[in-house]
């Protein structure tokens, strides 16, 4: 793409990134300080920890920026194929440790890293480049639908082959998305869609943790000692919040009340000390960014580089509803980061890359 063909990036990802990241380190280190100075004698652990991976990130989001669309092209197998390796890896090793009920870690001394994450930049790449290169056979079921089908669906089926189904779901569900807004027959989808549905509803029927998940999420208070701890601990975190809060770092449910503080359920913290006004200023971050992502789908001339934003944008954006769903009881316990703001240096660093990649197709003009 010539410079006759670009603009200025779109500042509003780049302004709604940083102050998503910067509250991300701030709620991290208020919701763990306590953990973190009981467990490892130094409360500044997970706000270190996550901050090594905020500046590989923001680095990350630096060199994809000026990456040529033309590279990313070339990018899509090497990466969609190292991807795919290691989720084999994943599923077919004996050294991989069970954390959390799920296989989704690959772990060098204290730290870990999650293929599962690595797919939703991978899956959304690959799915661009196919369905572009293949627009003139969009809506034929053997030349088309068919390998795009594959191409979500078998890592989806090995990221939950690694007991991690929420993740998969999120593939899946971006992969979808594109397909759809890609032009494949809607009669297709809706067979994947209920295939997808009796292949979740088995995941979860032969996995007693999940069926002990959906129990406490239809039913929490019945055992809100156990099964039910994490949604009932939640719930009292933002309803202890109220409209402004209880003031950052005053917050009662990260001394050991609520289970998974600085992870999966940061958002309760966030509610409980900055109140609905600091939640609901968050969520319109959110919303500025999906926004943007999509405008930048909207207005790029190179279907490749339009069809990447909606990937991209689509996992953020169903990350995001499945956490707050979850903090908030909508939806029962799951393990879905919330992009950003949630401890975990392999979602942050994605996060971070896949915005890099928004800014940089946010600068190609439409013609």
């Not at 009932?232 to 919040?241: F, P, R, T």
């Not at 996060?351 to 800014?359: D, E, Q, R, T």
């Amino acid at each position: 793409m010539s410079k006759k063909n670009k603009t200025n990036p779109d500042w509003w990802i780049l302004l709604a990134t940083l102050g998503l990241l910067a509250i991300g380190l701030i709620m991290v280190f208020s919701s763990s300080m306590y953990v973190a100075a009981y467990e490892f004698d130094d409360a500044f652990y997970y706000l270190r920890t996550q901050g090594i991976a905020a500046a590989l990130g923001l680095a990350g989001l630096v060199f994809v920026y000026h990456l040529h669309i033309r590279f990313l092209r070339w990018l899509v197998w090497p990466l969609s194929l190292v991807v795919l390796g290691l989720l084999l890896f994943m599923v077919t090793s004996a050294n991989i440790p069970i954390i959390g009920n799920t296989l989704r870690y690959m772990r060098w001394g204290s730290y870990g890293f999650q293929p599962s994450e690595l797919c939703k930049l991978a899956v959304p790449l690959f799915m661009a480049k196919f369905l572009s290169d293949n627009l003139p056979r969009i809506r034929e079921f053997k030349k088309t639908f068919i390998p795009a089908l594959i191409g979500v669906g078998l890592p989806s089926i090995l990221i939950v082959a690694q007991r991690d189904l929420s993740s998969g779901v999120v593939v899946a569900c971006a992969g979808l998305i594109m397909m759809f807004c890609a032009g494949i027959r809607g009669i297709y989808l809706l067979g994947t869609l209920g295939l997808g549905s009796a292949l979740g509803a088995i995941a979860i029927l032969i996995e007693p943790f999940r069926l002990t998940r959906l129990y406490s999420w239809l039913d929490p208070w019945s055992d809100s000692a156990n099964s039910g701890l994490q949604m009932v601990q939640s719930l009292l975190a933002l309803g202890n919040g109220g409209l402004f809060g209880v003031g950052l770092g005053a917050g009662g449910s990260k001394w050991y009340y609520l289970p998974e503080r600085h992870n999966d359920f940061i958002f309760s913290v966030l509610g409980e000390e900055l109140g609905f006004i600091g939640a609901l200023f968050v969520i319109l971050l959110f919303v500025l960014l999906l926004w943007r992502g999509l405008s930048a789908a909207v207005h790029t001339k190179d279907t490749f580089a339009s069809l990447l934003a909606l990937g991209l944008t689509s996992s953020l954006g169903v990350q995001i509803l499945i956490n707050i769903g979850v903090v908030t009881g909508l939806l029962p316990v799951t393990g879905v980061t919330l992009p950003f703001i949630s401890y975990g240096g392999s979602s942050l660093v994605v996060s971070l890359i896949a915005a890099g990649l928004l800014l940089n197709i946010s600068r190609l003009k439409k013609c």
